[in-house]
């Protein structure tokens, strides 16, 4: 980003949305899609044809979001467009030809996250997305239909799903389309291919013998149809119909000089040193009786609230901020109380989101391409929920002992059973569990474990800490580590941090990042794709592209 | 069935020894006649109609005149012929040998601009299919049928290419191409103006004058295409083109007249009351029809535009006259657009707007017809003057679209717009009171409805009286 620009801000609510109209009917939200062409981010492109920025998908994060906390009684979603005859014509590609690598792939990697958050609700909150398409749905837009459950076209011979990005672009659909095709909707490779081959797309029976839509609608049934289904879909959810919502009011935030200040976090960036610190502030007293009551301000949502918009914002604003040293400050034992909470109801509506959401919060932080270095120090309060933080880390440093003059005790560590199930990572399995790949056993063992204070030589012991250095040798030891972190070059550290943090199985989800970061980021740099001559950055010129045609 | 394609279907693509494309027609061509049935010309299939058939491309060969019965008409596909030294006139395979088989990276994109003319063509036909009953002559009747069964064969030029180069892709969208219709809500054509209701002949009048003649220009520009067939298939479509446009400006001129004789008669500009239709509502029908048919070059700035140029499918209006490099990498072309709600004219890079350069050229043309309907009615001696209502005017694609602007191109509020839209565009009451006119056909031949003067001349040199349609 250009420093003199204004920060991007990730917070918003419907009554600022720009592009996007959330209406309600019958235990169905109706998300729709109206793009304002003069409402984009960043001067110099015009949003034309429903097509998205980085402030549209903001929006669309915001909304599935809150669906999920302000409305149990929602049970499907309906994505949809206001515009006749364009569903959605995906990401603007002036945008792209005019935004920096690393806002192309941030954008990329917010919108993966967005999709896979539409994903998790349909599939763990009981609100089920389905895409209503009339028209065309192209590139991103028949990304964002792949990403519902349910796909329904307009069968009136002109409506069409397609990915143009390889023959128009030279580029790959960046958002998870062809991982999604073969992996999701179990297309036929072949057909697949063909289908990602052929820029104006399919339509029609063929489009629905490809598995690439699930349902025909006549165009003049298709509102009508939409709500049915929906309707019916709706009627069928696990979600509680008669609860109330809870209202999620804007995350406050101060920003002074190079500090960021929330309720439960602060993050100092320290610019010299390319990092930032984050310090997690555990709970300030006992957890509430009635969750629902304490709402937005309950401690865990609160701060995975907090947490979330930190870990935005540093991302797309302070991308030369490559390291983020993560600590926390607080009472143990406060901590393991609100654990506690979660596990026990874990089959209230409220609860069972906020669970998912800190699930979704720790998989950002695994895919935010900065080197993580936890630091569990005295006065620390890594338990439970927020030890997951320190086992996302690439590496941990632990004290041993305590700091001379300081009155704080031992830093400790403690599992709870939120350590073993609920927050699973993007390869669906958990922080301990992918730690162990190489003795599952040792994971059964860590259940014997919780609800103990394990201090520097236990944590090692079990092995859930990287060094433990006493108070002598810490401040070299933390030093020496960060700085030499911020020598090494970016890309290679992104690269090399993504293959190691992802051990054990491919999932859906683990392909669609690896594979955007690898292929698509290659490609996004290549002479083919945005070289003076690339077809990234002549479309819409009318000039045509000059390929290498070396196959490397 | 054996089929006699050279009688059934004059050609000039050898059809007789292509068997792949007989196999092709041979599933479309009865789907074809269905279609003509169901959704051609109401009730006529029985006439005998005063036709024009093509039989070969040469000067006395595509204008045979005789009798047939529609349903009968024999549907050719016709080339114009070829230049077997034809170059590629512009883009960046300028110069290279004109494309006689489908560069496969264009494929896609040739198929849907040759899918994008063929649709409109079966569109106007469904339009215009319950204008017979009532034709104000059978002068007019004959040339309603003249222009839907050259609809008819433009749709089979289409058809031919989509067959002969484009394989099952190509016989799925010539067969679509019947699935669709003018107006329907589930399966509408492709483009907004064909699904409009072609209620009277008014609008028919304006309807083939204006929106013809962007056929008239889209053709233009795809018969400079690299792609030879196409080109060629285009050249030969022009010639027929050119028949609707002339029944368009005729009729409107003949409206026009009508109106004119009625008002110096009875020296009264009010002509409703003498069944005729005054000048201001032909005024509005105008800015109606000029201003949809606008919309059909599509939008000022476009990058579809300027890759079909750069790739070499489609040209620019004339192209080869054109005097430039025919390449327009670093060329500008100043054009009408909107900044900040205020029309603005400035220079963009010409290759994107090669849409706004031929709506230009269109726009030229149709003010020479405007020309000569006022000469008409000055030499009648009437104080009054037809205008083309300015581009930015009522346009619902591009970037005036939503902008309220008067017919003389100010920018107004919605309030003014509001105030004043009755008077630029046909208002409900001016469209029942066009519709009172039009009564039942008339049949006699020789006469002509209250509302409209005759033709100056008959067609094909035929006497006033002569009977261009047997009822049987």
Known sequence: MDPAAAPIDFRTDPSRYKHWKLTFENGVAYLTMDVNEDGGLKPGYKLKLNSYDLGVDIELADAVQRLRFEHPEIGAVVIRSQRDRIFCSGANINMLGLSTHDHKVNFCKFTNETRLSIEDASIHSGQTYICSINGIAAGGGYELALACEQILLADDGSSAVSLPELPLLAVLPGTGGLTRLVDKRMVRRDHADFFCTTAEGMRGKRARDWRLVDQLIPPSKLVEQTQKIAEEIAAKSSRSKHAKGIALPTVERRIEGDTLRYANLTVEIDREGRSAKFRLNGPAAAPPSDVHAAGAAFWPLALAREFDDAMMHLRLNETEIGTWVLTSQGDAALVEAYDALLAKNSGDWLVREIVLYWKRTLKRLDVSSRSLIALIEPGSCFTGTLLEVALAADRSYMLDGVFEGSNLPAATLRLTSMNFGPYPMGNGLTRLTTRFLYDPSLVDDLKGEIGEALDAAAAEEAGLVTFTPDDIDWEDEVRLAVEERAGFSPDGLIG????????????????????????????????????????????????????????? | ??????????????????????????????????????????????????????????????????????????????????????????????????????????????????????????????????????????????????????????????????????????????????????????????????????????????????????????????????FDPLARSCRFMLTEEAHHMFVGETGVGRILQRTCELMKEHKTDDVRSLGGIDLPTIQKYLNFHFSVSLDLFGQEASTNAANYYTQGVKGRFLETRVDDDHLLVNATYEIETVEDGRIVRKAVPALQALNERLRQDYIDDCAKGVLRWNKAIERAGINFEMKLPHRAFDRQIGAFAGLRVSPDGRVLSEAEWDAHKDKWLPTDEDRAYVTSLMGAAVTQPGQFAHWIAPPARGINNQPGDFEYVRFN
């Open chain 2, 1 to 226: 069935m054996a089929i006699d394609y050279s009688q059934l279907i004059p050609n000039n693509v050898d059809l007789s020894s292509d068997r792949r494309l007989q196999r092709a027609l041979e599933n479309w061509q009865p789907r074809f006649l269905d279609w003509w049935k169901d959704m051609g010309p109401d009730g006529t299939s029985a006439y005998d109609v005063y036709l024009r058939t093509a039989i070969s491309t040469d000067s006395n060969g595509w204008a045979n005149f005789g009798y047939v019965k529609m349903p009968e008409y024999r549907w050719g596909i016709f080339l114009a012929d070829r230049d077997p030294d034809r170059q590629i006139a512009f883009g960046d395979n300028k110069g290279k040998p004109a494309w006689q088989d489908v560069p496969g990276e264009l494929r896609s994109t040739l198929r849907r601009l040759i899918v994008t003319q063929g649709d409109t063509e079966p569109a106007s036909v469904e339009q215009q299919r319950l204008l017979g009953k009532t034709a104000p002559s059978l002068y007019d009747l004959r040339n309603l049928f003249q222009i839907n069964v050259e609809e008819g064969r433009h749709l089979w030029a289409m058809v031919y290419l989509l067959h002969a180069y484009f394989g099952r892709d190509g016989r799925e969208e010539a067969e679509a191409m019947l699935e669709r219709h003018s107006g329907d809500p589930d399966k509408p054509r492709i483009l907004g103006a064909f699904n409009e209701a072609t209620p009277d002949w008014l609008s028919f009048f304006m309807f083939t004058y204006f929106t013809d003649r962007d056929g008239k220009y889209q053709l233009a520009s795809l018969a400079e295409s690299g």
């Open chain 1, 496 to 552: 090399m941090e993504a293959n190691l943090r992802f051990p054990g199985p491919e999932t859906m989800e683990t392909k669609i990042f690896a594979r955007l970061s690898a292929w698509q980021n290659w490609i996004f740099q290549r002479p083919n794709a945005t070289g003076p001559e690339g077809a990234l950055k002549l479309y819409g010129t009318g000039k045509q592209s000059k390929y290498d045609r070396k196959r490397a």
